[in-house]
């Protein structure tokens, strides 16, 4: 059993930056993929990033890619997602997930079905 917590979250403006943080309970966190989704008011929950156990795989949605990286410290059980250049389109509750799967652990998974674990979820909101 894994227990997610996000932080982070706030208003910006377009052009900013912010950090989220995952902060999860368990011994087990070193052994999990990792990823952050997110959903935008009215909208379905998509695919933002995603990070394997080891940190050696990580992959991005297009529409983030180049802006936002993605990194873990399995000793601070901390996943995080930094995100630059922020964009109003990227308001939206997010979400960090983890997934026990050997596939999606070793590689990471951008489909959230993967997912077993989700947090409460951070509000990001960007002004123009």
């Known amino acids: 059993q894994v227990q997610l917590v996000e932080s982070g979250g706030g208003l910006v403006q377009a052009g900013g930056s912010l950090r989220l943080s995952c902060a999860a309970s368990?011994?087990?966190?070193?052994?999990?993929?990792m990823g952050w989704f997110r959903q935008a008011p009215g909208k379905e929950r998509e695919f933002v990033a995603t990070?394997?156990?080891?940190?050696?795989?990580?992959y991005y949605a297009d529409s983030v890619k180049g802006r936002f990286i993605i990194s873990r410290d399995n000793a601070k059980n901390t996943v995080y997602l930094q995100m630059n250049s922020l964009k109003p389109e990227d308001t939206a509750v997010y979400y960090c997930?983890?997934?026990?799967?050997?596939?999606?652990?070793?590689?990471?998974?951008?489909?959230?079905?993967?997912?077993?674990?989700w947090g409460q979820g951070t509000q990001v909101t960007v002004s123009s």
């Open positions: 368990g011994r087990t966190f070193s052994s999990y993929g």
């Open positions: 997930a983890a997934t026990p799967g050997y596939y999606c652990s070793a590689y990471g998974c951008s489909t959230s079905s993967n997912y077993d674990y």
């Open positions: 990070i394997s156990w080891s940190g050696g795989n990580t």
